[in-house]
């Protein structure tokens, strides 16, 4: 049973325009968001997280959106650039006694020149 | 920085083969992880360790086991290589349940393990 779901492969993006990456989880538990980027041929690279807590986190460029009622979380990205070109992934974790992340299947971003 | 490095990026290996593939993190680490990456599928957790000599299981251990003598070092091992398992290996490692809230966790770039 997939507990974080992205349900979008892919999406593609003008440059200058603003990125939306959905995410959904079932379990409740869940108290901390993190989205990772990744390139081909690279290991996935952290970009931003949320706690539970909060509703919005920002940085920079990006900006995590959690609604918590709808268990739903997104990722947006103004302006986007070709460089922004890559595979995210959405992943949440319920602290058990350690940090153990479960990930959803990643959206590829294409940010088109 | 922090630095995961995996041993090798790329390897070949026949079915039936004992596969080792070797994650280094020079951080200090309490916590560290070994992931498959695979198409449409995302990132599934094989292992992970949370001290040396401690190990638990992830949502897909069958077929593998784990070794984490030193804090530094994780080892991944394919008992009996099957052509099922030739898919990109990512090992990651992150700060403990003793430090001040969730971390995130740090990659290495991955070992694509094909087996023939």
């Known amino acids: 049973d997939q507990q974080v779901k992205q349900n979008s492969p892919s999406l593609s993006v003008q440059e200058g325009r603003i990125s939306i990456l959905n995410c959904d989880y079932t379990?409740?538990?869940?108290?901390?968001f993190l989205w990772y980027k990744k390139y081909p041929a690279e290991g996935p690279t952290f970009l931003i997280s949320i706690s539970s807590i909060k509703d919005k986190n920002e940085d920079g460029r990006f900006t995590v959106f959690l609604n918590k009622s709808a268990k739903h979380l997104s990722l947006h990205i103004v302006p986007s650039q070709p460089g922004d070109s890559a595979v995210y992934f959405c992943?949440?974790?319920?602290?058990?006694?350690?940090?153990?992340?479960?990930f959803g299947t990643g959206t590829r971003l294409k940010v088109l020149a | 920085d922090v630095k995961v490095t995996q041993s090798s990026r790329y390897l070949v290996k026949r079915t039936g083969e004992k596969v080792f593939l070797e994650c280094v993190q020079d951080m200090d680490h309490e916590n560290m992880f070994w992931y498959r990456q695979d198409p449409g599928l995302g990132l599934r957790l094989i292992y992970f360790s949370y001290d040396v000599k401690m190990k638990e299981k992830g949502d897909i251990p069958e077929g593998y086991s784990v070794s984490r003598e030193k804090k530094e070092r994780f080892s991944l091992i394919l008992e009996s290589a099957s052509t099922n398992q030739t898919s990109m290996y990512l090992c990651a490692s992150s700060f403990g349940a003793g430090s001040l809230g969730n971390q995130p966790q740090h990659f290495g770039d991955g070992t694509r393990l094909s087996i023939l």
């Open positions: 992943a949440a974790s319920a602290f058990s006694g350690t940090y153990k992340y479960i």
């Open positions: 379990n409740s538990m869940f108290d901390y």
